[in-house]
């Protein structure tokens, strides 16, 4: 990066950071999996089923992890 244009620098800045939260994004979602797979270990079933509602919620208001969302055509 040291030789690239500013732009290209900027490019790929942005790109690490976007790498960076998808996989934060990815270590969470791993650790609910591990702890819903405990509830239902437990008979915990109804608190399992919360977890995994939550989780969809938490995932439907995170679209622009995925893929940045852009407002209008």
Known sequence: ??????SEAGEVARLVAELEEA???EQRLRQLIVDVRDQLAAGNHAAALSMLNAALNDI???TDVVTPHR???
């Open 1 to 6: 990066m040291m030789g690239a244009p500013p």
């Open 23 to 25: 996989e934060a994004y």
């Open 60 to 62: 439907d208001a995170a």
């Open 71 to 73: 407002a209008g055509p």
